[in-house]
């Protein structure tokens, strides 16, 4: 009976991979290349790596579970519960930096098939729906947080390199004598199909999301406590994500000179280091006493 239901959340998570963002997570102007046709059902390279991400995630959730003798059906609950947050504060996130255009077209703004998520937004939901069911259950959230963080990790590095698939993210144009940024330079296209040398933004940040992971991943085998692993994750990423915002020339609303999502990403590299420093420094006191 309990396989059968870890077996029935996996195949939820499955197919919430599949059906709720079905030519991925982008604007439909965005051309995106399907790498699988099953009669009318296009499967994009985005989606495809958002959904191995997600199975990723959950999987490695599963198993670091295991190893720290937590609830497995609890945590991938929790995982389904976060999908679904992450996808809600993603969309309402984009409806809320492009409302110059939704305030016009409500009924889009509810059109999650359509496209446009902002990840930060994502996180966010992604956070309070799992406090909200940790709530519920009666869980302590921090060793499930802790637990899906690899998982979140790993969804990020999907996500930029589906972006570099899907030419989403993509960076500012390059010309020969710029140095360092033509030498991190290829031929990609716009969102028009255009293509010119400019900054691979997308493996860059792929790239900075794998080391990422592998950071938390040593973190996670010497934490003490939990609930330190997710803040230290969200400063060390956002940190390079903020930088990688000055090589981006993609569509995005600024605000006060800077990318709407460099400001949020900014805002949750405070919120994560203020997190990480007092659990920290609390987890320090504990020991000397």
Known sequence: MREAALRGRLCAIQWLCYTVCPDGCLPRRWRLYPVLRLGPLAV???????????????????????????????????????????????????VAFNWGYYGDHLARALDLWGGGHIWQGGLVGALIAVLVYCAARGVAPGPVLDTLSPGAALLA???????????????????????????????LPDIYGIRVPRVAVQLMGAGW?????????????????????????????????????FLRVDEMPLLAGLRIDQVADLALFVIGAVISVVGLVRNKERAIT
């Open 44 to 94: 994009t390279s985005y989606s495809a790596l958002l959904g191995i991400g997600l199975l990723g995630g959950a999987a490695i959730a599963y198993l670091a579970a295991r190893r720290r003798g937590l609830d497995t059906s609890c945590v991938l609950d929790a995982v389904l519960a976060a999908v679904l947050g992450g996808l809600a504060g993603a969309r309402a996130t984009y």
């Open 157 to 187: 590095v999907c996500a930029w390199l589906g972006c570099f698939l899907d030419k989403c993210a993509y960076g500012i144009e390059t010309y020969p004598g710029q140095g360092l940024l033509w030498a991190l330079s290829l031929e």
């Open 209 to 245: 999301g794998v080391v990422a992971l592998a950071v938390i991943a040593f973190a996670m085998r010497r934490a003490r406590s939990g609930g330190l692993v997710l803040p230290f994750w969200l400063t060390l990423y956002c940190a390079g994500s903020f930088w990688l915002g």
